[in-house]
């Protein structure tokens, strides 16, 4: 598996640039996958999505339902898009640490 | 040699060794691959006769060219049918028949190469095994069996997409392709069951997990409890309307099965024992299949071949369509088709109705349950793939471009229905056409039929 520095520290991720455990996740590590998304700058509304599903996950052990993600955070999808152009199954969870969606996604 | 090998053809994101190995599969050196590859093909043609018919009667008349979605897409010779079989063809006559061992190129015969396995990689990846080629070709010729065995092949060499891979690895892990938890799993539900209630002025429905002494046990996509609410809502509430004993499995939480598309032996074998054994321990005496188009075929066509376990066959397995369909013929459900007025049309899933007969209880559906219902022309068994189909969902750039090639067709479809509501009744159709929709800037909303049926339902305590 490859893994990247950020902030001097070696971070394993699996072959799209997700980040292979969760737990290992730390502040610095949205900062540099938000660079790879394209995404300039993170906003509270990045911090509120990216923080609804670290502690979702931490719960279920899996990311939420998108239709719910919106109604808990008060983001509708469209807007969630801009804040995350590859969307939040996948460029939000990448910034959380999360792992990648897999199946029909 | 890989990356070399693989200049210039466009091929899925491949998942590394270490994945393969939690898969039990001890990725193959290249200076093997080619000798294990022909191996292989000698063993599938002693024991699979389509494969050899396949093999053997292509003509190369042309007429699956034109019929191919991903051919009229990208116009690349190698994803006309025959010329994508002949990828292995060319292999199966150097090796196996006189006059190839004799003649060579002459005969079209050539050596199996790494460069040809690279090629395998890449082709038999953008055919989406929906069968329009086999339903076209004037021998029969299935070309999609082909496709299966080559990456079959390629899934023991230790080669495949880290799509593919890594789903199987959660099927191995939890019983569905997304790795559900069944925390995350009941979570959803107790969610949904909210929404229905605030949108349906106070309906109650319950969506049962593990409920031991059920009649029913109704298998979902797991990609409904990410992208697809409202397919899960509406069998909750044809359940609740026709007052059934069911529940979900949080062990078996999957319509699909990937193992289908890329291993057909122990992939796809875990899905089929894990639910039998939930039968067992959840009493059931009828499966429901939720919307899935190849899951519905792996499931109906294969399952009782598959299963070791006794007494399966006596579980009779229907898919949710043909529940709802046979009870609107014998009139038992009280539906508004005015509560979906938009004019909507149906897109047909391959696997359903070119490899399960799903076809006009789809039908019988849209006209109960919808007020403006327009056919897309092909349609039926005639229709063309999403462009998604056999889970070629790719994200990274090279495929997420053929991606929207590979759907250029049924885009023209959509568009000349004009159509405000696209109805795609699988879970792949609409991981596909949720994003193609507005890369082809189609001004449509992508919708399940479940969903539909579920918001014409009349409940009399609302």
């Known amino acids: ?105 | 040699m890989s990356t070399e090998t693989a200049k210039g053809l466009r091929q899925p994101k491949r998942a590394n060794e270490k994945l393969f190995r939690t898969l039990g599969i001890e990725p193959v050196p290249d200076e093997k691959k080619v000798e294990e590859a022909i191996r292989h093909l000698d063993d599938f043609r002693n024991k699979l006769r389509s494969f050899v018919v396949t093999m053997e009667n292509c003509v190369k008349c042309g007429l699956c060219a034109d019929n191919c979605h991903t051919y009229l897409g990208t116009k690349d010779p190698n994803n006309i049918p025959a010329g994508r079989a002949d990828l292995i063809r060319k292999a199966y006559k150097r090796y196996f028949t006189p006059q190839g061992k004799l003649f060579g190129p002459l005969v079209g015969a050539e050596e199996l190469t790494l460069e040809t396995l690279e090629k395998w990689y890449s082709y038999f990846y953008q055919c989406s095994e929906c069968r329009r080629c086999s339903h076209t070709c004037p021998f029969g010729l299935d070309t999609a069996e082909i496709t299966m065995v080559g990456r079959q092949i390629l899934f023991w060499l230790g080669i495949g997409p880290q799509l593919h891979t890594a789903t199987a690895g959660a099927i191995l892990k939890t019983g569905n392709h997304m790795g559900l938890t069944k925390a995350g799993i009941i979570d959803t539900l107790e969610f949904l069951a909210e929404e229905i209630e605030e949108d349906r002025n106070g309906l109650k429905v319950e969506f049962p997990t593990d409920k031991p002494d059920s009649d029913i046990l109704y298998i979902p996509s797991s990609a409904d409890f990410m992208l697809n609410p409202n397919t899960l809502k509406g069998a909750g509430m044809f359940f609740k309307w026709v007052g059934a004993n069911w529940t979900m499995s949080s062990r078996i939480t999957e319509a699909g099965n990937f193992g289908y598309l890329m291993d057909q032996t122990r992939i796809q074998r875990e899905m089929v024992t894990r639910l039998y054994e939930e039968c067992t321990t959840l009493g059931i005496k009828k499966i429901v299949w939720g919307e899935c188009g190849h899951g519905w075929r792996a499931a109906k066509m294969y399952v009782a071949s598959y299963s070791d376990l006794p007494g399966v066959a006596k579980i009779p397995m229907t898919h949710i369509h043909d529940e709802v369909a046979a009870l609107i013929e014998s009139g038992q459900l009280d539906l508004d088709p005015t509560r979906n007025s938009q004019k909507i049309t149906l897109h047909d899933p391959c696997n359903y109705v070119r490899a399960c007969g799903l076809c006009d209880q789809m039908r019988v559906i849209m006209r109960a349950v919808t007020s403006d219902f327009v056919e897309m022309t092909p349609n039926r068994e005639r229709n063309f793939c999403c462009g998604g189909g056999s889970g070629v969902l790719f994200d990274d750039p090279a495929m997420y471009e053929y991606r929207i090639l590979a759907s250029n067709k049924k885009a023209e479809q959509v568009r000349e229905t004009e159509a405000e509501v696209l109805c795609a009744p699988c879970s792949i159709c609409k991981a596909q056409l949720y994003p193609m929709v507005k890369e082809h800037k189609l001004p449509v909303e992508v919708v399940g039929l479940i969903d539909l049926v579920g918001h014409a339902l009349v409940f009399p305590e609302e």
């Open chain 1, 1 to 105: 598996m490859p893994f990247v520095e950020i902030e001097g520290k070696q971070v394993e991720v699996d072959e799209d640039g997700f980040m292979t455990d969760p737990a290992a996740w730390f502040e610095a590590c949205a900062y540099y996958f938000a660079k790879g998304e394209g995404i300039e700058q993170l906003t509270d509304d990045h911090w509120k999505v990216i923080n609804y599903l670290k502690e979702y996950y931490a719960t279920n052990g899996i990311a939420p339902m998108i239709r719910k993600l919106c109604k808990e955070t008060g983001i509708p999808l469209k807007e969630i898009y801009e804040l995350f152009p590859s969307g939040p199954a996948k460029g939000a969870c990448k910034l959380g640490g999360l792992p990648k969606p897999t199946g029909c996604v």
